[in-house]
């Protein structure tokens, strides 16, 4: 099932959606590109420098010279996607990409599944359920297009820089065409299989991992302090012996730092936490240390704390252990700037 596909694809076999050029995407061809939000736009940006043409759309007109001064094109005209040779979206829930791919009839819109030319991809790079990715990926082939997903690992910073990892499955051919963009966007490229719906199960079983892990940090830093010891030093500890990774280096200098500057926030966690345990209920596997998270999200989410990145997870743990008051305003500005 897994590939690895750092600059070199290793797909399984083709399915029904390898219905697109063998050909990859060159600089002439035009990307386009919908859900400019602090992800989007960063990685849009990165596709620009890279040297493609972008195509971005934007509702508000008033956000157009921003864009541009990235060196997007941008367009209030949905309609002007449709002749791209690959449309990357990325977009915060199901809803957001069903409306994308099937329009909006109350707003007189056309979807990309009506519009994109047989043979354009729609590269989704949102986290969103299994089932609307199979779906949507059913959608685009009855008219001849491929549909990728693609799913990453990292914040707006990391993609900013072009450190993202990226999950990607569809058809051999049609993720091959797509690894310029990969290359722009990231610095490594992970190749499920041909089921889209694939990767977005591997990226919400990867962000369960982080969300477990953001809980038992802020469990642990919590109850270190009840004992009057130093966190920190703990924390060094784990990341120079047995936890050297990512989530408990980042994560773990933050909770102790007391840091929770809105990144990932609490409502968009919570709709991946949620996702997860759907799947899990669906496949009969109890995630039962998922359903743990899921009850400090909304118990934070009814504290005020929507606004807050998810390692506000350790300050939730502080609060029920009675250490600590609500964050306040200097310490969001420190966590902004970290």
Same mark, same amino acid.
């Given at each position: 099932?897994?590939?690895?596909? =750092?600059?070199?694809? @290793?797909?399984?076999?083709?399915?029904?959606? &390898?219905?697109?050029?063998? =050909?990859?995407?060159?600089?002439?061809?035009?990307?386009?590109?919908?859900?400019?939000? *602090?992800?989007?736009?960063?990685?849009?940006?990165?596709?620009?420098?890279?040297?493609?043409?972008?195509?971005?759309?934007?509702?508000?007109?008033?956000?157009?010279?921003?864009?541009?001064?990235?060196?997007?094109?941008?367009?209030?005209?949905?309609?002007?996607?449709?002749?791209?040779?690959?449309?990357?979206?990325?977009?915060?829930?199901?809803?957001?990409?069903?409306?994308?791919?099937?329009?909006? @009839?109350? !707003?007189?819109?056309?979807? !990309?599944?009506?519009?994109?030319?047989?043979?354009?991809?729609?590269?989704?790079? =949102?986290?969103?359920?299994?089932?609307?990715?199979?779906?949507?990926?059913?959608?685009?082939?009855?008219?001849?297009?491929?549909?990728?997903?693609?799913?990453?690992?990292?914040?707006?910073?990391?993609?900013?820089?072009?450190?993202?990892?990226?999950?990607?499955?569809?058809?051999?051919?049609?993720?091959?065409?797509?690894?310029?963009?990969?290359?722009?966007?990231?610095?490594?490229?992970?190749?499920?299989?041909?089921?889209?719906?694939?990767?977005?199960?591997?990226?919400?079983?990867?962000?369960?991992?982080?969300?477990?892990?953001?809980?038992?940090?802020?469990?642990?830093?919590?109850?270190?302090?009840?004992?009057?010891?130093?966190?920190? =030093?703990?924390?060094?500890?784990?990341?120079?012996?047995?936890?050297?990774?990512?989530?408990? *280096?980042?994560?773990?200098?933050?909770?102790?730092?007391?840091?929770?500057?809105?990144?990932?926030?609490?409502?968009?966690?919570?709709? &991946?936490?949620?996702?997860?345990?759907?799947?899990?209920?669906?496949?009969?596997?109890?995630?039962?240390?998922?359903?743990?998270?899921?009850? *400090?999200?909304?118990?934070?989410?009814?504290?005020?704390?929507?606004?807050?990145?998810?390692?506000?997870?350790?300050?939730?743990?502080?609060?029920?252990?009675?250490?600590?008051?609500?964050?306040?305003?200097?310490?969001?500005? @420190?966590?902004? *700037?970290?």
């Amino acid at each position: 099932m897994f590939k690895d596909g =750092s600059n070199s694809l @290793e797909a399984s076999e083709a399915t029904p959606l &390898d219905s697109g050029s063998n =050909s990859r995407l060159t600089l002439q061809d035009e990307v386009g590109f919908v859900g400019l939000g *602090r992800m989007g736009k960063a990685m849009a940006a990165n596709l620009a420098f890279a040297g493609h043409r972008v195509i971005a759309y934007v509702r508000r007109p008033e956000q157009m010279d921003r864009l541009m001064a990235l060196g997007l094109q941008p367009t209030t005209d949905f309609t002007s996607l449709f002749h791209c040779q690959v449309v990357v979206s990325m977009l915060p829930d199901d809803d957001a990409v069903r409306d994308v791919v099937f329009g909006r @009839e109350d !707003l007189g819109s056309r979807g !990309l599944a009506s519009g994109l030319k047989p043979g354009a991809i729609h590269l989704s790079m =949102s986290t969103i359920s299994t089932a609307a990715a199979s779906r949507l990926a059913g959608e685009h082939a009855r008219g001849g297009q491929g549909y990728v997903a693609a799913p990453v690992f990292g914040n707006p910073d990391a993609a900013k820089a072009r450190e993202l990892f990226i999950v990607a499955a569809g058809a051999r051919t049609d993720v091959a065409r797509c690894q310029p963009l990969f290359d722009s966007l990231g610095q490594r490229t992970f190749v499920v299989d041909s089921d889209p719906a694939h990767a977005n199960l591997v990226k919400l079983l990867g962000n369960m991992m982080t969300a477990t892990t953001l809980e038992m940090l802020g469990e642990a830093v919590a109850l270190l302090r009840k004992r009057g010891l130093d966190p920190k =030093s703990f924390v060094d500890i784990l990341t120079g012996t047995m936890f050297s990774g990512r989530v408990h *280096r980042i994560y773990g200098e933050r909770i102790v730092g007391q840091r929770y500057a809105a990144g990932f926030v609490m409502p968009l966690a919570l709709k &991946d936490v949620r996702l997860a345990l759907a799947e899990a209920a669906t496949a009969g596997a109890p995630m039962p240390s998922v359903g743990v998270v899921r009850d *400090r999200m909304l118990t934070g989410i009814a504290r005020g704390y929507a606004d807050l990145d998810w390692t506000a997870l350790g300050l939730i743990a502080a609060e029920e252990a009675g250490l600590r008051s609500p964050p306040t305003p200097q310490t969001l500005e @420190e966590g902004a *700037r970290s």
